[in-house]
């Protein structure tokens, strides 16, 4: 009897797990932070291409808006480029699928390039609004909430300050080359990639404030260059 006892407790035990699993709402794609995907593709990259990674992001910080007409066409043809892979794939030819991305969008963000301004800042202002979540440790379920704002204020930056639009998109941008590169750069290091590890996982506003802080650093710096150095005004 005691054995029949203990066999429907554990069945009724069971059913009610199962009832509390099935009525849990799903997490959304922004619920979650993938700091170890995010770790392990920083991991994969070599000393080399760290270096790269920090000199072109430097470059962005300071400089990208001199030329953002070529980095604007550049961020849609890499865009076009994945998406043709992605339909390309489905249709039979990932390849041709990728060379007519590339073509298209990169050559539609050229006339189109104040509206193009508008989808790069939206996006940078998406990564920084949710970045913002997570660093005042807001509920994490609800980080697509800050994303979304984000993206609203980014997009109609650009209708309403074209040029901080164009240093919000750089600075971002050239925020996560340096970043990506610096971590690449000290996981090289003994030990050290084991302790940045635990550090992002354990720390969960580390990495955002990581990007938040040399977005902006970057910002202040070309807009300073805009308001005293008359020569290096920004491009039409």
Not at 43 to 61: H, K, R, T
Not at 137 to 155: K, Q, R, Y
Not at 192 to 219: D, Q
Request: aromatic share 12%; charged share 10%; hydrophobic share 55%.
């Amino acid at each position: 009897m005691n054995a029949l006892t203990d066999l429907l407790a554990q069945a009724a035990s069971l059913a009610a797990e199962q009832t509390e699993a099935q009525e849990e709402v799903p997490s959304s794609f922004l619920s979650r932070v993938p700091i170890d995907d995010i770790w392990q593709f920083i991991a994969d990259i070599s000393w080399l291409e760290a270096v790269v990674f920090v000199a072109f992001g430097v470059i962005y910080l300071a400089y990208g808006w001199r030329v953002f007409k070529a980095l604007v066409v550049i961020n849609f043809a890499v865009l076009g480029m994945y998406l043709g892979i992605y339909l390309g794939g489905k249709l039979g030819s990932g390849l041709w699928g990728g060379i007519i991305g590339v073509c298209a969008l990169g050559t539609l963000s050229y006339p189109f390039m104040r509206f193009g301004i508008a989808i790069l800042g939206g996006m940078a202002g998406a990564v920084l609004g949710a970045s913002f979540w997570r660093i005042i440790a807001l509920p994490d379920p609800l980080i697509w909430a800050g994303a979304l704002a984000g993206l609203v204020a980014g997009g109609l930056l650009a209708f309403s300050s074209y040029k901080t639009s164009i240093m919000l998109f750089t600075s971002l941008q050239g925020s996560m080359f340096v970043v990506i590169g610096m971590l690449a750069l000290l996981n090289d290091y003994p030990n050290l990639g084991e302790r940045l590890s635990v550090a992002l996982n354990g720390h969960v506003f580390l990495l955002p404030a990581l990007l938040v802080i040399p977005t902006f650093t970057g910002i202040f710096f070309q807009a300073r260059l805009l308001k005293q150095e008359s020569d290096w005004a920004m491009p039409e």
